[in-house]
């Protein structure tokens, strides 16, 4: 437990040197900024910046001002802009990016859901520094307009939109006119990327000092359109104060612990890595996870096959070594060589007592473990049992699940809306760093560490593409990177190698894209 346990930690601290290189900002903290922030984290860091002298009415001018900086870049001087403001402070930016358009020769219309005299503290003193005429908005809302500016709620929103707002919200999207959000598309969680009630379908978004949760989560990703980050004066050391658990899977994070090969290595300085193949009818599973686990760079990959499929194993490898196993008992005389150091056991394996007990065996050596589909699939009625042996082990534990293999061990996580929540909660109960499986993947530790993948593009929905990231993880794994940091790069490389293929991606494509991905990591 206490090794599963401290790799959260262990990173979070790593990341910690970051911020603590002043010489180096901002390249120091990373050219994407990784940290997400909740909304309540970000309303403590505006508090923070507030109370470290920064005027709260400067922070609104400045992301009024990043507003219509990108409005510009999305439409011509002269052209006219529909303003759609809330009643709090995302309706004080717009009211702060009307004013700053309008001086630039726009043609500009502000409609105010709600009464101007109910606007309060900073909000109120921008409506009043507006001196356009302010409208109740109606269908026609966007008539005649090239840009629409949606500032009607933020990333804090936290209930269903109704009323005049979701009718502003139904008429700007069916007005197929581009529209840009102002922090967070209105509707959307910040925390979960949900929608509340209805949304906003942005074309782009500006959002201020850091990404929340929900512009890379699902389907608040989608609805977002392309992100812009804007510095608004927040001080760096704000981020200390707030101690961010959730980051952007980004390079930046794990880039320094990918393992190299060195020059006065040999493989085994790289690890051995064992996977563990299913019956005759399921060997392709296995070959993908290996092929990918030999491809991120372990020093030698074994396939563990059972006599059935030993044949059908052996005449389709090369690299890959191939020991005949005889069940549960087999796994643990094979893994009883502690120089296989990693293992990978669930694709295709087969469901029932049988692959409950290879699991059991894989969980009692003493190799990293990667279980995933069948292997986790099995213990869908007893998942407590997995979960105790997990716990009672030094090595780690990744769990790969889908959503539908996610819901079998963990039924009642389904209330939580966020995707976050959820994998946070599940690697907390296991004891183990969850994958959390999709387009938006999250990888959690159980001591609450977290990133969200927003790399993987939609080639990436085939067959087999899941063996192929449980292989990789465990690859690094065997290369001894820790298993969140493995999981996260694991991930990543996933999409980008996908993205590096392209249209027409299968699978088997996925480990030969490794060699250009990582070269290109590498550098010159």
Do not use: C
């Amino acid at each position: 437990m206490a090794n599963n346990s401290s790799i959260g930690i262990e990173w979070a601290e790593r990341f910690e040197t970051l911020l603590d290189n002043p010489g180096e900002e901002p390249a120091a903290i990373a050219p994407d900024a990784p940290d997400l922030l909740t909304p309540q984290e970000m309303g403590a860091a505006d508090r923070l910046a507030v109370a470290s002298g920064v005027r709260s009415s400067a922070l609104m001018e400045r992301a009024g001002e990043a507003v219509a900086a990108v409005a510009e870049s999305m439409l011509p001087p002269g052209g006219r802009v529909a303003v759609l403001a809330g009643p709090g402070n995302n309706g004080g930016d717009g009211f702060v990016a009307a004013r700053l358009l309008t001086e630039r020769g726009y043609r500009v219309a502000v409609f105010l859901i709600g009464d101007r005299d109910s606007l309060k503290g900073d909000a109120s003193l921008m409506a009043r520094a507006w001196k356009g005429p302010i409208e109740a908005p109606g269908r026609d809302l966007a008539h005649g307009a090239g840009l629409i500016i949606d500032a009607l709620f933020g990333a804090g929103l936290d209930r269903p939109i109704e009323g005049a707002a979701a009718a502003a919200i139904e008429a700007a999207n069916e007005s197929r006119v581009p529209i840009l959000a102002v922090d967070l598309p209105s509707g959307v969680d910040g925390a979960s990327g949900a929608i509340l009630g209805q949304a906003i379908l942005a074309t782009e978004t500006v959002t201020f000092f850091r990404r929340k949760p929900g512009h890379l989560l699902m389907p608040g990703r989608v609805l977002a359109g392309r992100l812009t980050l804007a510095d608004i004066g927040h001080d760096l050391s704000i981020l200390h104060d707030i101690g961010p658990m959730a980051f952007h899977n980004s390079p930046t994070l794990w880039l320094d612990g990918l393992p190299r090969p060195q020059l006065d290595g040999h493989k085994y300085d790289r690890g051995h890595a064992l996977v563990v193949s299913g019956p005759i009818t399921g060997t392709g599973a296995a070959r993908l996870a290996a092929r990918a686990a030999l491809r991120i760079g372990a020093g030698l990959v074994t396939v563990a096959s059972p006599p059935d499929a030993i044949v059908a194993n052996a005449a389709q490898l090369t690299a890959i070594m191939v020991m005949r196993m005889y069940e549960a008992d087999g796994l643990a005389e094979i893994l009883a060589d502690h120089r296989k150091n990693a293992v990978v056991i669930g694709p295709a394996l087969g469901v029932g007592d049988g692959a409950i007990a290879m699991v059991s065996a894989a969980l009692d050596s003493d190799a990293a473990t990667v279980v995933d589909a069948d292997g986790l699939t099995s213990f869908a009625a007893t998942p407590d049992s997995l979960f105790m042996r997990i716990k009672g082990r030094g090595a780690p534990v990744v769990l790969t699940p889908h959503e539908g293999e996610f819901s079998r061990l963990f039924p009642d996580l389904g209330i939580l809306s966020s995707k976050l929540d959820r994998a946070r909660e599940a690697a907390m109960r296991s004891g183990a760093v969850v994958v959390l499986k999709g387009p938006d993947t999250v990888v959690a530790a159980p001591d609450g560490i977290a990133t969200v993948a927003d790399n993987a593009p939609a080639d990436l929905a085939t067959a087999g593409a899941g063996d192929v990231l449980a292989g990789m993880i465990g690859g690094l794994m065997a290369q001894q990177m820790p298993a969140f940091e493995a999981a996260t790069a694991g991930v990543w490389l996933h999409g980008a190698a996908a993205a590096h293929v392209g249209r027409g991606l299968i699978s088997e494509d996925l480990p030969e894209a490794l060699p250009a991905v990582l070269s290109a990591l590498a550098g010159p």
